[in-house]
């Protein structure tokens, strides 16, 4: 777990990472990719792709991530932006949801 405000490859960490390693889905402009979930934070997610990351993924582009192996199961979808593209990661930070602070 990584510490609060700890400073990763140049980066300002503001909540606390938990490691997870479990399946997960990525959407993005119409396409599903299975990844592995590999920390999660209450600001967003580190996901490792299981195949070489498509042209189409930019940084700042709009997706959503399931938290579940299965996604018919899952217990929601959270909308997502792309902050960070260094293949196989994806860093992913969550949007809030409509009347959350």
Do not use: W
Not at 25 to 52: Q, V, W
């Amino acid at each position: 777990m990584q510490q609060e405000g700890a400073d990763i490859m140049g980066e300002k960490r503001t909540s606390h990472r938990v490691g997870c390693f479990t399946k997960c889905f990525l959407y993005h402009d119409g396409a599903t990719y299975g990844c592995i979930l590999e920390n999660l934070s209450f600001s967003g997610a580190l996901i490792k792709m299981g195949r070489p990351l498509p042209d189409r993924l930019r940084q700042g582009d709009r997706c959503s991530l399931v938290l579940c192996g299965d996604p018919v199961i899952s217990p929601g979808e959270y909308n997502s932006t792309i902050a960070r593209l260094n293949f196989p990661r994806v860093g992913l930070h969550f949007q809030e949801r409509e009347g959350e602070a």
